[in-house]
């Protein structure tokens, strides 16, 4: 059992709050948008700070009687490995979340939070609810539909490609002076050719 599996209802009704840090290897939905080229060592640096709060509140009803809801504020950051769409170098892309939701007992009320865009997002309560599992979901959601560098790492294209755009062989500028070895045969070359 996971260390922070709480009864969710028992949580929100007495105000509780849990907080932590999770690394990505104990996320492993998350675990696999890590892009292949970051090396395990850092992908150990990618930890992710949660805080979760529950609440009560009593609120009118629709039939005007009062009616006590439930619910859970959670809050996720921290910086997450992504692949740069534009310049496909992996870098560091901060994430953050708050999101508040109504704690429900059952499916049906909260297909009716959902069809209901006034109300806040709904998850069905459990006695046995794991909020790291509820951490990495959120987490997923807030990934970015095309991850990009804010600005990308510059690139000075002239210092690294040839004229064709292709990476240019060192040896290619040397080929183009005389080989100081050809010059001493042609020195050599001279007495000889006197001599005839
Ligand atoms: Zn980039």
């Not at 539909?145 to 510059?154: D, G, R």
């Not at 064709?164 to 070895?181: L, N």
Request: proline fraction near 8%; aromatic fraction near 6%; glycine fraction near 6%.
């Amino acid at each position: 059992m996971r260390e922070y599996v709480v009864n969710l209802f028992e949580f929100a009704r007495t105000g509780m709050i849990a907080e932590g840090d999770v690394p990505v290897q104990e996320l492993p939905r998350m675990l696999t948008e890590v892009p292949a080229a970051v090396p395990v060592t850092e992908r150990s640096t990618v930890v992710f700070h949660w805080r979760a709060q529950g609440f009560e509140r009593s609120e009118h009803r629709a039939d005007g009687g009062m009616a006590v809801r439930q619910y859970l504020r959670l809050a996720v950051a921290g910086d997450m490995w992504l692949e740069c769409q534009r310049c496909m170098t992996p870098y560091r892309h901060p994430m953050a979340t708050e999101t508040v939701f109504e704690v429900v007992r059952d499916e049906a009320q909260a297909d009716a939070c959902l069809a209901d865009d006034t109300l806040p997002e709904a998850i069905v309560g459990s006695a046995n609810f794991d909020l790291i599992e509820l951490v990495e979901e959120e987490l997923l959601l807030a990934l970015p539909l095309v991850p990009k560098h804010e600005v990308c790492p510059e690139v000075h294209v002239s210092l690294v490609t040839g004229p064709d755009g292709q990476a240019e062989p060192a040896e290619e500028d040397v080929q183009d002076k005389p080989s100081p070895f050809a010059a001493l045969a042609a020195l050599k070359r001279v007495p000889s050719d006197e001599g005839k």
